[in-house]
């Protein structure tokens, strides 16, 4: 292959592997429909998948697949399979958790639950797979030429474009279960749950791949696995607006939000001016991080500290709408309740409040 023919594969192979993977890093993005992730976060997640995650998965297979022969010989015909379909599965997964679980370990409180854990585990397993597809593509052309080129792009990067997504995702949701638990025991036991189901799906997938004649099986098993993760999601969309609902509903007792802003906040105007965006974003993550205190306490006082964040950014977005009925806010250290500078004392909770400052 000349030089110029090798440049040239080399930049089809990158637009077949990058395309795609915009729209599916798109599809997720959509997915979060109350509370975008940090974008740093979903960054790293998704470069984790795409050169970490390889690099370390590889030299994993390679040392189990030199530890099975020490112990056993087999045919190559056997061990390629047990490779591609028992080996590989266990390892990816396990290597593409890390992500996963390390944003929940170092960023708790940008973690919600299940919907959290399905957007982090599909941009590990969409980077993984833009990888793993472009290595595949230069090595079909290097093989097969053009024909063998393009049955290998529309099959990885099209018809099973979202499938290391959706391995990753089961493995999000069981962690996203198990971030909801207080109880040791129940955590391992989700956790293990997503990642064992994870490895499932991503075993029957490989395994009816090689069989040969049984790829529709393996597409038949992915969109299945694709259609419980979009229930999951939805399940998980409903239980968050209900969290949003309950909880802005007590920061409106709390002076936090007037009556009228809690009913735009709760039904969404995507064509609302900056301040008024502003103010849906950081309600929508009060919401959410009241319940996450509810749920889960705060051992290290994060979550209230994040809690008291928000509420400031609301407020500050309050002045920015020039709603004169916050000019004068100030919030109580004690409850976080709003109230107005005649109040010698928090309406809610009956704290004193400090003296202003003399201007």
């Known amino acids: 292959m000349s030089a110029g023919v090798s440049l040239l594969v080399l930049i089809a192979s990158l ?133 063998s080129w393009s049955v290998v792009v529309l099959g990885r990067a099209l018809v099973f474009g979202f499938s290391h997504a959706m391995f990753t995702a089961f493995t999000g949701i069981g962690l996203g279960m198990a971030y909801s638990r207080r109880r040791t025991a129940l955590r391992l036991a989700f956790a293990a749950a997503g990642l064992g189901a994870a490895v499932v799906a991503h075993v029957l997938h490989n395994l009816f791949l090689s069989a040969g004649g049984l790829c529709f ?37 709390l002076g936090t939000l007037t009556p009228a802003q809690y009913q735009g906040v709760i039904h969404r105007h995507p064509g609302a001016p900056g301040p008024w965006r502003s103010l849906m974003r950081n309600a929508t993550a009060l919401a959410l991080k009241r319940h996450q205190l509810a749920s889960l306490g705060d051992r290290r006082g994060r979550r209230a500290a994040h809690i008291a964040a ?3 950014r609301i407020l500050e977005s309050q002045r920015a709408l020039g709603d004169p009925a916050v000019a004068d806010l100030r919030a109580c250290g004690a409850c976080g309740a709003y109230a107005s500078r005649p109040n010698r004392f928090c309406p809610v909770c009956g704290t004193p409040w400090p003296p202003y400052p003399q201007p």
Do not use: C
């Open 217 to 253: 099986v393996s597409l038949l098993a992915d969109w299945l696995g694709l259609l419980v993760v979009g229930a999951v999601a939805a399940a998980a969309w409903r239980r968050e607006r209900r969290w949003i609902y309950e909880e802005l509903a007590h920061e409106v007792s």
């Open 15 to 147: 637009a077949a592997a990058i395309v795609p993977t915009g729209l599916y890093v798109l599809a997720v993005w959509w997915l979060d429909r109350y509370e975008k992730e940090p974008l740093h976060l979903l960054a790293a997640a998704f470069i984790w998948g795409a050169l970490p995650a390889i690099v370390v998965a590889l030299i994993l297979e390679l040392v189990t697949d030199a530890s099975i022969a020490s112990i056993v010989t087999l045919s190559q015909g056997t061990s390629d399979v047990l490779n591609a379909s028992v080996v590989a599965p266990v390892v990816e997964e396990v290597v593409k958790a890390g992500a996963v679980l390390g944003i929940i370990v170092l960023f708790p409180t940008e973690f919600d639950g299940v919907l959290d854990g399905i957007i982090y585990g599909s941009v590990v397993g969409i980077g993984f797979a833009m990888t793993e597809n472009l290595l595949y593509f230069v090595s079909a052309w290097s093989e097969g030429g053009f024909e």
């Open 310 to 312: 928000l509420r400031g």
